[in-house]
């Protein structure tokens, strides 16, 4: 079965935050919803909608920004009360809009997360969870990564109330009490929580920053993945909000995923129970919220969306178009014509307003006591790490159109091609040896782009600093500055445990040194690592190199640090950042290195088939222009060999994805270059003059002579 649905705009707050629009419980079966939405004014506005037109319920004064919202009431009840967080406190409204709580959880940090069940509140601040019962102190927990999300069970199979934690670390804690009764580890960092079932149960839906989905049945003392959905074709879309909802109505809720990428979709069960791609829809920007309900019309289910920039936008079952054929009229409904003149009217006074403003910023900027105010403007930023092309996603979210954007990087990284991304890029030359300048690119905007995503990629043991310059379509013109940390082992991510047989090189650091100053270093060289220093004496990362495949363990404590990889570049890249590091501290540590000979010929066996694959790519391109340079000539290609014709059909897959990858070849001989300068340095030989004779070698590629040359140059 098909699904249509349309698109309606109803209304447009500030810039809001993740999972602060709700809707009401509905007072009838099939009566409309009221709609709650708060935003970074610190507007709580609640409305409904008339006869096409919203139609407000209560809208409360400014305040400080709303981190989050959620409803709650009496167990049993409909839940129908509004909570919503800024900075530490938390305030309860009616429907109606009378204030009936203002709580302070007197917390050092900003709530980010809330989940409210009867009379239980559970806040949520970076790493801090507190569980309050009638505002008063129950449950306290220190997490041992940020906590992005938060919600809490209550089914007849647990014992308890049973609150589950989203960590940034790729993990769920469960917790009993002030307890973890056990963690759960998902396959990215978890973004957002949802029961799956809303009136209780055992199962919580979560959705990660890479754009994965997934189910779990949490137990007393252990839990169940029921299904995950990958995330194949978004490349890296995470997702912000979920909910269920039976929208095609077959009787089963289906899933309601909200992207960061402005992507709705719906997910509905088939006959084997696991979910399936029904519907997608495409907004221009974030999606910050996501709901299920009747709101535009009785009778008419939809999807109730809020994005980034504030627009609550409803995508219905209601038939919004007359369907017209060429000739014919379309008869619209007197409803739809009020409602176009009542917008044509609206229309000309917001002109006319513009208009007057216009004037008044003139006389005013004329005058001799005039002072300039820079306007102010929202960014949401975010840069991650994509694992399936090692390579840096940056996507920047502006609350009004882009003008253009500076990247400036003292870093040599490689700009890759995006293909949502329509500005027009333009390089300028720099100089990078008095100015440490190696990238400096300007994109220009298309009229209303408010959404850039980009991708670089940067090469491990150089870091320094990426810029980014904003400048949105403002008067008078400003701009925002952003920094992103390219980190030496930038191309690592964290994963939950490595493979122990494979041949280790390790490196083992001691000296005079804190637990805090050994983990800031290991915050400086590696990504995805908390910046707070973890609770007991030692921890233990896992990492795995993105673009090759290779591993890192790294376990350290009071005193001392050991690091082992299969890659020796990597241990060579650690040594040189933490020598820099003690020596700028005036540490003095004694560094060992234990060398495994056999990690080399295994790396190089890791990086054999890339390699192969992209000499053969480059070889194929290569001979495109030829090829058909000669099917023009004879008129057809039938006379050449089928490897040649099959080059020729698939000639503009072969130059997309040569263009996508710009120097990835280059980065595998740089890899394998510095592979083999790292072996010999360890071995206390310099063998830069003989990197001349290893080229020659990757020209004429084979792994057997690329092996011998390794052992003997």
């Not at 940020?146 to 609150?163: A, F, G, M, Q, V």
């Not at 929208?247 to 990428?261: A, E, F, K, N, Q």
């Not at 088939?609 to 053969?616: D, F, G, V």
């Amino acid at each position: 079965m098909e699904i249509h649905l349309n698109r309606v705009d109803y209304i447009q707050v500030g810039v809001t935050s993740q999972k602060t629009m709700r809707l009401l419980p509905a007072v009838g079966k099939k009566a409309t919803q009221k709609v709650a939405i708060a935003d970074h004014d610190g507007i709580l506005m609640c409305f409904g909608m008339k006869k096409g037109e919203a139609v407000p319920v209560f809208k409360t004064l400014p305040g400080p920004k709303v981190a989050r919202m959620d409803l709650g009431g009496a167990v049993g009840t409909p839940q129908e009360k509004i909570f919503v967080c800024s900075g530490s406190q938390v305030r309860g409204f009616t429907k109606k809009g009378k204030q009936f709580l203002t709580f302070d959880a007197n917390l050092t940090e900003s709530i980010n997360a809330m989940h409210v069940s009867g009379a239980d509140l559970f806040v949520c601040a970076s790493y801090i969870y507190n569980h309050y019962c009638d505002c008063k102190d129950q449950d306290y927990f220190l997490s041992g990564d940020k906590i992005n999300d938060i919600t809490c069970l209550s089914s007849e199979k647990l014992s308890c109330l049973t609150p589950v934690l989203a960590c940034q670390d790729r993990v769920l804690r469960v917790l009993q009490g002030s307890e973890l009764a056990y963690d759960i580890e998902v396959p990215g960092p978890p973004s957002v929580l949802e029961l799956f079932n809303k009136d209780g149960g055992d199962e919580v839906l979560y959705g990660t920053t890479d754009g994965k989905i997934g189910l779990i049945q949490i137990g007393d003392s252990s839990a169940v993945t029921k299904w995950e959905i990958d995330n194949d074709k978004k490349k890296g879309a995470g997702i912000l909000c979920v909910d269920t909802y039976d929208i095609i109505g077959d009787g089963v809720s289906d899933i309601l995923v909200g992207r960061d990428d402005g992507t709705v979709e719906i997910f509905s069960f088939d006959s084997s129970n696991e979910p399936t791609l029904r519907f997608e829809h495409v907004l221009s920007e974030s999606v910050t919220s996501i709901q299920g309900g009747c709101v535009g019309k009785e009778s008419y289910d939809e999807i109730l969306t809020a994005t980034y920039t504030g627009w609550v936008t409803g995508l219905t079952t209601d038939p919004q178009k007359a369907e017209a054929g060429p000739g014919d009229e379309v008869k619209m409904s007197k409803e739809t014509q009020s409602k176009i003149e009542s917008l044509r009217a609206e229309l000309e006074q917001l002109q006319v307003k513009v208009l007057q403003g216009r004037e008044q910023y003139q006389q005013t900027s004329q005058s001799s006591t005039a002072v300039s105010a820079v306007p102010v403007f929202s960014i949401n930023d975010k840069f991650t790490l994509s694992q399936d092309d090692a390579s840096y996603s940056l996507t920047l979210e502006v609350q009004t159109a882009i003008d253009n954007l500076l990247l400036q990087s003292d870093v040599p990284i490689d700009l890759l091609d995006v293909d949502k991304n329509s500005a027009v890029v333009s390089f300028s030359e720099c100089d990078s040896e008095p100015n440490g300048n190696f990238l400096l690119a300007t994109y220009r905007c298309q009229a209303n782009t408010t959404r850039l995503e980009l991708k670089v990629r940067s090469i491990e043991g150089q870091y320094g600093t990426l810029q980014a310059y904003v400048t949105p379509r403002l008067q008078p013109k400003t701009c925002q500055v952003r920094q992103y940390q390219i980190k030496p082992l930038s191309l690592h991510q964290r994963m939950h445990s490595i493979d122990p047989d494979r041949p280790m090189n390790k490196l083992s650091l001691v000296g005079q040194l804190s637990f805090a100053e050994i983990h800031s270093w290991v915050v400086f060289c590696l990504p995805e690592v908390p910046e707070k220093t973890p609770a007991g004496d030692s921890v233990t990362f896992y990492f795995h190199n993105t673009f090759l495949g290779t591993q890192l363990e790294a376990t350290y404590c009071k005193g001392e640090g050991h690091f082992k990889s299969d890659n020796i570049s990597t241990i060579s890249i650690l040594s040189d950042v933490l020598s820099k590091e003690a020596t700028k501290k005036k540490i003095n540590v004694n560094m060992s290195y234990d060398i495994n000979d056999e990690s080399v010929s295994h790396t190089l066996r890791m990086i054999h088939p890339k390699l192969e694959y992209q000499l053969l790519l480059a070889r194929k391109v290569q001979l495109v222009d030829a090829l058909k340079e000669l099917q023009v000539h004879e008129g057809n290609a039938d006379f050449l060999i089928p490897e040649y014709r099959s080059i020729l059909d698939e000639s503009a897959n072969l130059l997309e994805e040569y263009k996508k990858q710009p120097a990835h070849l280059e980065r595998l001989y740089g890899m394998i270059t510095d592979l083999f300068i790292d072996k010999f340095k360890f071995k206390g030989q310099n063998v830069k003059t003989k990197v001349s004779s290893l080229l020659e070698i990757l020209d004429n590629y084979d792994l057997n002579s690329l092996l011998d040359f390794f052992n003997d140059p």
